[in-house]
């Protein structure tokens, strides 16, 4: 499982620092911290950092706003994971607007757009093809 | 116990790493990782201009039968040019080590291969070839930005079109004015006297007041907003920056 998730964030992180202006890596973040909890803080963290390397950011910005964000999703993780797609939408979309203003300088309504809608199709991508990592049959191993 | 107040101890360290950071205190352990990112985002950007090229190939399948016509009148024309060219070569590779691209021959400047581009532009020169935070860079004559961040091997360039980016400039007729960036590759054009010619396709250029060199390329103005109630103008001027199929620019290190 852990490598599926290195390799799904390092792509994140290189499609984001080389290729396009767009905050994939935290999509991602979100949502599987939305849905995995606690149990990846540590993965968030390093990926927080390695993204600050790729972009040439304050190291420690993007993992201490990642690590923010998983606070505020583990909160409230019953309601993320539940199924209906508007929690994680909504959460994604205060998300985004932080993360624009602070680290993109920028308020754009049509990258909100492409992000609320990659989050969807990644929600449902994830828990569809990988119901023993990210879907609800993940949390049934009692 | 720690365990259970991981997060809060990793977010603590993430806060410590940024205080240290912003004290330039890691720059050391960021040199060190220059060439392992390096490594890896100089493939993917190359794939990216080559992708770009597949799509232009894909875009032109239609006309492939005129295309190859063409391509056959095109070897013959290009038989005499070749001939053409080698006497030229040689004089060109004289001019070239002169002149380097069209700017003034006092100009420091130093090549840059990009690595990727997203809000900033990152290049693979840095400290070690003498590029410092605030330096120009350059494409041609056109100026793309300045220096946003630099590490022993890499730098960031911030676009002329980022939202802080606030530079003094001049029309092809001489009407002075600021330019700030909105984002999204467009600039807007201030601070312009109503008194002041200021026509559409203007070209804009760097007046050389703010360190910056001078006659350096901007883009044309495209819309104009002359409300007379307003002390200034306003205009919008179209970027010629186009980094599509570039794989080099240049940072001017001395004027």
């Given at each position: 499982?852990?490598v599926?998730?290195?390799?799904l964030?390092?792509?994140g992180?290189?499609i984001?620092?080389?290729?396009?202006?767009?905050?994939?890596?935290?999509?991602?973040?979100?949502?599987?911290?939305?849905?995995?909890?606690?149990?990846i803080?540590?993965?968030?963290?390093?990926?927080?950092?390695?993204?600050?390397?790729?972009?040439?950011?304050?190291?420690?910005?993007?993992?201490?706003?990642?690590?923010?964000?998983?606070?505020?999703?583990?909160?409230?993780?019953?309601?993320?994971?539940?199924?209906?797609?508007?929690?994680?939408?909504?959460?994604?979309?205060?998300?985004?607007?932080?993360?624009?203003?602070?680290?993109?300088?920028?308020?754009?309504?049509?990258?909100?757009?492409?992000?609320?809608?990659?989050?969807?199709?990644?929600?449902?991508?994830?828990?569809?093809?990988?119901?023993?990592?990210?879907?609800?049959?993940?949390?049934?191993?009692? | 116990?720690?365990?259970?107040?991981?997060?809060?101890?990793?977010?603590?360290?993430?806060?410590?790493?940024?205080?240290?950071?912003?004290?330039?205190?890691?720059?050391?352990?960021?040199?060190?990782?220059?060439?392992?990112?390096?490594?890896?985002?100089?493939?993917?950007?190359?794939?990216?201009?080559?992708?770009?090229?597949?799509?232009?190939?894909?875009?032109?399948?239609?006309?492939?039968?005129?295309?190859?016509?063409?391509?056959?009148?095109?070897?013959?024309?290009?038989?005499?040019?070749?001939?053409?060219?080698?006497?030229?070569?040689?004089?060109?590779?004289?001019?070239?080590?002169?002149?380097?691209?069209?700017?003034?021959?006092?100009?420091?400047?130093?090549?840059?291969?990009?690595?990727?581009?997203?809000r900033?532009?990152?290049?693979?020169?840095?400290?070690?070839?003498?590029?410092?935070?605030?330096?120009?860079?350059?494409?041609?004559?056109?100026?793309?930005?300045?220096?946003?961040?630099?590490?022993?091997?890499?730098?960031?360039?911030?676009f002329?079109?980022?939202?802080?980016?606030?530079?003094?400039?001049?029309?092809?007729?001489?009407?002075?004015?600021?330019?700030?960036?909105?984002?999204?590759?467009?600039?807007a054009?201030?601070?312009?006297?109503?008194?002041?010619?200021?026509?559409?396709?203007?070209?804009?250029?760097?007046?050389?007041?703010?360190?910056?060199?001078?006659?350096?390329?901007?883009?044309?103005?495209?819309?104009?907003?002359?409300?007379?109630?307003?002390?200034?103008?306003?205009?919008?001027?179209?970027?010629?920056?186009?980094?599509?199929?570039?794989?080099?620019?240049?940072?001017?290190?001395?004027?």
């Amino acid at each position: 499982m852990i490598v599926i998730l290195f390799l799904l964030f390092f792509s994140g992180i290189i499609i984001e620092s080389t290729l396009i202006n767009f905050p994939l890596t935290l999509i991602l973040v979100t949502i599987l911290t939305s849905i995995r909890g606690e149990k990846i803080v540590p993965l968030v963290f390093i990926i927080g950092l390695v993204l600050d390397l790729f972009t040439l950011n304050l190291l420690g910005s993007n993992s201490l706003f990642f690590l923010l964000t998983t606070w505020v999703a583990v909160r409230y993780q019953k309601k993320m994971s539940s199924g209906n797609l508007f929690y994680p939408l909504s959460f994604i979309t205060v998300l985004m607007t932080l993360y624009n203003l602070i680290f993109y300088k920028k308020f754009d309504y049509l990258s909100l757009l492409a992000g609320i809608t990659v989050t969807a199709i990644f929600f449902l991508f994830l828990t569809k093809l990988f119901p023993h990592i990210f879907g609800d049959r993940a949390k049934l191993k009692i | 116990m720690i365990k259970k107040n991981l997060i809060y101890y990793l977010i603590a360290l993430s806060f410590i790493l940024l205080l240290l950071d912003s004290f330039k205190l890691l720059n050391s352990f960021k040199s060190q990782t220059d060439r392992i990112i390096i490594s890896v985002k100089k493939p993917v950007y190359t794939g990216k201009l080559g992708f770009s090229t597949f799509r232009e190939v894909l875009r032109q399948y239609p006309n492939l039968k005129t295309l190859l016509e063409m391509q056959a009148n095109l070897k013959r024309v290009n038989e005499e040019l070749i001939l053409k060219t080698r006497v030229l070569t040689d004089e060109n590779v004289t001019f070239r080590k002169q002149l380097e691209i069209p700017l003034p021959s006092s100009y420091k400047l130093i090549p840059a291969q990009i690595l990727g581009t997203s809000r900033f532009l990152e290049v693979d020169a840095g400290e070690k070839e003498g590029i410092k935070p605030g330096m120009p860079a350059v494409l041609g004559n056109v100026y793309l930005g300045k220096v946003a961040a630099v590490t022993e091997s890499r730098s960031s360039i911030m676009f002329l079109y980022d939202r802080e980016m606030q530079i003094q400039v001049k029309t092809s007729r001489g009407t002075f004015g600021e330019t700030s960036g909105q984002g999204e590759k467009s600039i807007a054009l201030e601070k312009v006297l109503q008194k002041d010619p200021l026509f559409i396709d203007d070209q804009i250029v760097t007046t050389g007041l703010d360190g910056l060199p001078a006659n350096l390329l901007i883009g044309k103005i495209v819309y104009i907003n002359s409300d007379d109630s307003t002390p200034y103008k306003q205009a919008k001027i179209e970027s010629f920056i186009n980094l599509d199929s570039e794989k080099m620019i240049f940072i001017i290190t001395a004027i």
